[in-house]
T-cell receptor, first 108, second 110 residues
Framework: KNEVEQSPQNLTAQEGEFITINCSYSVGISALHWLQQHPGGGIVSLFMLSSGKKKHGRLIATINIQEKHSSLHITASHPRDSAVYICPMNFGNEKLTFGTGTRLTIIP | KAGVTQTPRYLIKTRGQQVTLSCSPI?????VSWYQQTPGQGLQFLFE???????NKGNFPGRFSGRQFSNSRSEMNVSTLELGDSALYLC?????????FGPGTRLTVL
């Protein structure tokens, strides 16, 4: 069964802190995505990974294929980073399987 | 390039009615996927269309259907609405495995 687990489910941090959100999965994947969803529902695609590491501004995403694990890091966190972060995956086709999401709150 | 657009953005229906939602993908994208997001179940995959053909389907009842037109625009239809169909319906168009999400249609069933 294709399963995706995210941790933590909720995370509250002070502005400026380094944030790590984790995602693990049970079977091989063809690609992993990191999405950001703000209150109101709008979803932004942050990264798509099949191996290695990607960086965009203060965001860094890594994936370890052998350990079936991915992390999203946010450096110098800011209140505008407050959102739900989701890591859906492709298990060999276009269909995405979603994790439960991590609700991040950054306090000024 | 314009992003993925969805219409309408908000919709209120009553039980038993049917509803049609529309999604216009990013120009050049041929794959359109639909997702349902509810507080209890999170994000769930409904179906995916590519070149006017349904390519993948999630575990939803037959009341949920969709189609894709030759210009890649897609519609999804829900018949005989139930209270539990109240949700945010998102569509995403994709090119080479990267999905670009629309703003969603928030459907409320009374």
């Amino acid at each position: 069964k294709n399963e995706v687990e995210q941790s933590p489910q909720n995370l509250t941090a002070q502005e400026g802190e380094f944030i790590t959100i984790n995602c693990s999965y049970s079977v091989g994947i063809s690609a992993l995505h990191w999405l950001q969803q703000h209150p109101g529902g709008g979803i932004v695609s942050l990264f798509m990974l099949s191996s290695g590491k990607k960086k965009h501004g203060r965001l860094i995403a890594t994936i370890n294929i052998q350990e079936k694990h991915s992390s999203l890091h946010i450096t110098a966190s800011h209140p505008r980073d407050s959102a739900v972060y989701i890591c859906p995956m492709n298990f060999g086709n276009e269909k995405l399987t979603f994790g439960t999401g991590t609700r991040l709150t950054i306090i000024p | 390039k314009a992003g993925v657009t969805q219409t309408p953005r908000y919709l209120i229906k009553t039980r038993g009615q049917q509803v049609t939602l529309s999604c216009s993908p990013i120009s050049g994208h041929r794959s359109v996927s639909w997702y349902q997001q509810t507080p209890g179940q999170g994000l769930q995959f409904l179906f995916e269309y590519f070149s006017e053909t349904q390519r993948n389907k999630g575990n939803f009842p037959g009341r949920f259907s969709g189609r894709q037109f030759s210009n890649s625009r897609s519609e999804m239809n829900v018949s005989t609405l139930e209270l539990g169909d109240s949700a945010l319906y998102l569509c995403a168009s994709s090119l080479e495995n990267t999905q670009y999400f629309g703003p969603g249609t928030r459907l409320t069933v009374l």
